[in-house]
């Protein structure tokens, strides 16, 4: 387990290796610290899941870079571009119908997917550059919401590779709307 400052040099490039090697990272979202796999990795999604003690009954989320990044995993179309285009980046995520590629662990077998942009800059700037991310919030299940690096640490600890300090996370809820692209383009 490693920690670094989300501000540092190489901490894109650090990120970037270990969710290439199926690892699991931990930062800062926009409003409280997520754990992260590689979004199209089966195995890096399982990890996730057994390390936050859940089980995957509950779909995750999934970063992306921008909306130009979207078609990776889920469909979009005129209605869920102008909802992109009015919510991101933030902490709102659309439900779009989900490319037949992306694991079923990351929907929980449902057919469409929480897609959103963060406003965070060191997650948006990873997501740009890795490409999609599968996240949840970096505390085992039932567990407080971990707000800086310090609680994500003390909630997944050693099941975690890599932890990002970006400072302290505000909190709040973040908002799931139900986008247009919910039927094939």
């Known amino acids: 387990m490693t920690l670094v400052s989300a501000s540092d040099e190489d901490a894109i490039a650090r990120a970037t290796a270990a969710l290439d090697a199926g690892e699991l990272v931990v930062f800062r979202g926009d409003l409280r610290y997520l754990v992260a796999a590689d979004a199209l ?5 399982e990890r996730l899941f057994l390390a936050k003690g ?3 009954d509950r779909a995750l989320t999934v970063l992306l870079g921008g909306y130009e990044d979207l078609h990776h995993v889920a469909y979009g179309g005129p209605e869920a571009r102008a909802l992109a285009e009015a919510h991101w980046p933030g902490p709102t995520s659309l439900l779009l119908r989900a490319r ?3 694991p079923d662990a990351v929907t929980a077998a449902q057919p469409h997917v929480a897609v959103s942009v963060p406003a965070a800059p060191f997650a948006r700037a990873l ?4 490409g999609p991310i599968a996240v949840a919030s970096a505390r085992r299940a039932g567990g ?4 800086d690096v310090a609680a994500a640490r003390d909630a997944l600890g050693a099941d975690v590779s890599l932890f990002l300090d970006g400072g302290p996370a505000p ?6 709307i139900r986008g247009g692209g919910l039927a094939t383009e």
Do not use: T, Y
């Open 41 to 45: 990795g089966d195995d890096a999604v």
């Open 100 to 102: 037949p590629w992306l």
């Open 54 to 56: 859940r089980g995957a």
């Open 171 to 176: 909190g709040g809820e973040a908002k799931v």
């Open 144 to 147: 407080p919401e971990p707000l």
């Open 127 to 130: 997501a740009s550059h890795f």
